[in-house]
Each structure stands twice: as C-alpha cells, then as structure tokens.
C-alpha cells in the first residue's frame, strides 16, 4: 500500500467552478492544503491533452513543495508524465489493474467502488484506497445518487484498504459518516466552494478526526 490512512483523512478535489481563472485556482489549492488536506485530486473533464498536461505538471510540483500528495483524476498517462503521486480512477475509467500497471508499484491508485464486489475486485487490481460515494446528494455529478449507508460500511469491511466517502460531503454532515470504517472524507464543493477555503479545510479535518 503506497498511502497511510491518516493521509486520507481530508482529501481535497478541484473544480474550478469557484475559480475566476488559473491564478485563483491554484491559490485555492494552497489554501486547501495549508488548511490541512493532505491529499489533493487534480479533477478536469474538458480540458485537451496538452492543457491538462501543462496544469497537471503545475499542480504536482505545487503539491511537492507543499508536503501534499498529488492525484489526477481518470488519466493515467497524464499522472505518469506530469510526476503527480498517482491517478484515482472509475468503474467506466482505465481499469484499476491497467492504471497499476502503467504506474508501476510504487505510484498510488485510488478505484471508485460503489459495492463489496467492486471493492474486493479494486484491492485485487492493486488499488491503494477507494472512493464510496455518493455518500450525499451532490451537484458536482448529477447522476451520483446517494447509496445507503450500510452500502458504504460493506465496503469498508471488505476492503482491505482504506476507504474514503465522496459526493456532497460537508461541515453539516459529515458527521452522518461516523462509524462506518472510513479513513477520511473526499469533498469538492465543501472545500473549493466555500469563501475561506483555508478556514472550511481546516473545519472540516478537525470534523473527520471524529469519523
């Protein structure tokens, strides 16, 4: 396993939604940081190749002078050239088993696992950690639906490695979470929408202390 649980105790991911450009961007990805994530996904689905390529090399080498672990979302390749920590990837993303072998041994790769099925298969792929979710009703992916969350404490059991809940996480719920075996909470708009990203980042890891 390439990550401790505690890394994932506050796990940052971008949506440049809230961002007036590039600058505000990446300022709000310090700004996460410095407020206490320890993991950051780089997340973008519309940009071509060679923009993303650019961003995503920015945004590894931020995250290495930081102290964060740096993740690219779907991309593979991109996470290979741009020397990010690892790539999270999707059950209709590059499988789990391709993305390990790409990387090699020693790079991360986080699976979404909606069941224990998916979990177990993930583990046996090489994944390093999961993402559960939607845990909530979220607006980043309109056909996310919340599953239940007895859904999510089978994924944990059967996991073997640590698991993060994703999909509307926020300072007003994620204490619903408690309980379920998870290491930590992966949160968009909870962090990158908020007006004091800092402030809402250090908010909500004081909150997953008590998961």
Known sequence: MNIQPETLRLYAVTDRAWAADEEVFFQQIEAAVRGGAAIVQLREKHLEDGPFLAEARRFAA??????????????????????????HVGQSDLEAGRARALLGPHKIVGVSAHSRSEARRAREAGADYLGC???FSTGTKADAKPIPRETIRAVTAAAGIPVVAIGGVSRENILELK??????????SGIFG???????????LELSKQL
């Open 194 to 204: 908020q007006e004091d990203v800092e402030r809402a980042a250090r908010e909500l």
């Open 133 to 135: 979710g939607a845990a």
């Open 62 to 87: 931020l995250c290495r002078r930081l102290g964060a672990v740096s993740i690219i979302n779907d991309r593979a390749d991109i996470a290979l050239a741009a020397g990010a920590d690892g790539v």
């Open 179 to 188: 309980g379920l075996g998870l290491s930590g909470v992966a949160v968009v």
